[in-house]
């Protein structure tokens, strides 16, 4: 008899609320993400408070590494990337995603409850 035993991809979702350029929150954030993709966990990432600001277009740091180009290379990966509608709109990036990155979607604190609830890992950072 053959067993049709499909493993399902574990999930690792991060809670960040730390803001880019600021501290090593982000950075450490991108870095558990890329491991965890690169070894096969399906991951979620949740971009509160000051961490909305991570996925703003157009960032042009001179001494720091680009978040954003790092959080693109996330998302091409698969990196299931959302923001918090109220922070987002709070911190001057308007609702209608033109401000962020292709493939961040701005939305609720109430996605957090089931991405907790079907994630086997869960990660916060925060000051």
Sequence with gaps: MVENIR????????????????????????????????????VNLFLYMDATHIPKKNQNPHSFPNVGERLRHLIKKGADVRAC?????????????ASYLKGVSIT??????????????VITLSG
């Design 7 to 42: 493993e399902e991809k574990k999930t690792l979702t991060i809670i960040l609320t730390e803001g880019p350029y600021r501290s090593q929150y982000v950075e450490m954030a991108h870095n558990i993400a890329e491991s965890a993709l690169n070894i096969g966990y399906k």
């Design 85 to 97: 509608v109220r922070c987002a709109t709070a911190r001057g990036h308007a609702c209608d995603n």
């Design 108 to 121: 609720s604190v109430y996605d957090i409850p089931g991405w907790v609830r079907k994630s086997d890992k």
